[in-house]
């Protein structure tokens, strides 16, 4: 029963998101292979996956997907590594593409100079398909905190002694947030938000996540003050419930962090969240709802000469939407198993099998691409 509840939850949360993050297109089904020799045959890929788990599932399905077109694929889980190493790889050329990309922050890791004085950004490119507006991310804060103390913001708690001391992890005077690991963009964003709002008397608690979010987990369901940064598609909000045990904070009612970059970080321009994401009710956002966070495009990104020496598999990848709320399923399959990468394989294979219809018509573009 509880799995059978985490898995809802899970998906009310997605159906949640920006409508159009959801699209699976399939196109006419396709035997996934016809006459003659496949588009990758002969040819070999290295691709990376990100080091958050919560983007294993996908990786894990678009290494399968390709084999079907010949290539030999490389296993994503050989080269896991953080934005900051990834980005200057695939540039050089020692990757080939990943799927973990989360625009518009990513941007920041194009900014950056390779070692002969060129832009990383110069040698790679995005690839359309996968969860475009689908990454939704905010802050989460306890719920009972905020209904006892009628906490409507961040701006709020930064504003008032009585509010932000309850958050003095360290005994320093200021109010900690569990924010992101370095390198991962969001540590940077969040530090961009917090010099941005002014906000003095808070600042960012960086870690491992999953040894932060099992610190504030324990934290939510004593009912005792915390907030930490999360995202869907994720199996992190089947524990920490919006609604339940917290509640998505708003970060500044109206004020939203532009292109300004006032934390003079790198390529910080980028972090700019447009309009930020407003669409959660009362039953889980503080009101008026705005996380400051605008839902990223989670997208591939791969390296340039290699994506022009392979239309059929650039052809292939700009179609490939799976369902998001199918992986945030399959993320809560994945956070209930084993921990092990041939658990990760298993459920992908299963999804592929599950779906072999929107798979074939993809298969079908790559063959035609």
């Known amino acids: 029963m509880k799995r059978r509840l985490s898995i809802l939850l899970t998906v009310l949360a997605a159906f949640a998101m920006i409508a159009a993050s959801c699209g699976s297109d399939g196109g006419d089904t396709a035997s996934g292979g016809g006459d003659g020799a496949l588009p990758g045959e002969g040819k070999e890929i290295t691709m990376a996956r990100a080091n958050w788990a ?17 290539y030999t694929v490389s296993d994503p889980a050989d080269l896991e590594l953080s934005p900051d190493l990834f980005y200057n790889q695939l540039s050089e050329g020692e990757i080939d593409f990943w799927t973990n990309s989360w625009y518009p922050g990513h941007l920041t890791w194009w900014e950056g100079d390779r070692a002969d004085g060129t832009k990383i950004g110069d040698y790679v490119e995005k690839v359309d398909g996968l969860f475009q507006d689908a990454g939704v991310q905010g802050m989460l804060a306890t719920k009972s905190w905020i209904e006892a103390n009628d906490i409507v913001s961040i701006q709020q708690i930064n504003d008032d002694e009585a509010l932000y001391s309850q958050l003095d992890s360290d005994g320093n005077g200021l109010g900690n947030i569990y924010g992101c690991p370095e390198d991962w ?13 002014g906000w003095d008397n808070i600042e960012q608690t960086q870690a491992g996540y999953d ?3 099992a610190e504030a987990l324990d934290l939510a369901n004593a009912g005792e003050p915390m907030i930490i940064y999360t995202w869907t598609p994720s199996a992190y909000v089947t524990q920490l419930i919006p609604g339940d045990n917290v509640m998505w904070l708003t970060m500044h009612p109206t004020d939203i962090l532009d292109d300004s970059n006032p934390s003079g970080a790198e390529g910080g321009e980028n972090h700019t969240q447009g309009t930020g994401f407003d669409s959660f009710g009362a039953d889980t956002c503080t009101q008026p709802c705005q996380l400051g966070w605008e839902a990223a495009d989670i997208q591939v990104t791969a390296n340039s000469e290699w994506a022009a020496d392979n239309p059929a598999a650039i052809a292939m990848m700009s179609i490939m939407k799976p369902s998001v709320i199918d992986i945030s399923i399959a993320q809560v399959e994945q956070s209930n198993g084993d921990g092990s990468q041939e658990d990760v394989v298993n459920i992908a294979t299963a999804w592929i099998e599950a779906n072999r219809d929107i798979v074939d018509g993809w298969i079908e573009v790559g063959l035609a691409g």
Do not use: P, W
């Not at 963009?185 to 709002?197: G, H």
């Open 54 to 70: 919560s983007g294993y599932i996908q990786a894990e399905i678009y290494r399968q997907v390709l084999t079907e077109l010949g």
């Open 185 to 197: 963009t969001c540590d940077d964003i969040l530090t961009n938000q917090i010099a941005f709002y």
């Open 211 to 213: 040894a932060m979010f």
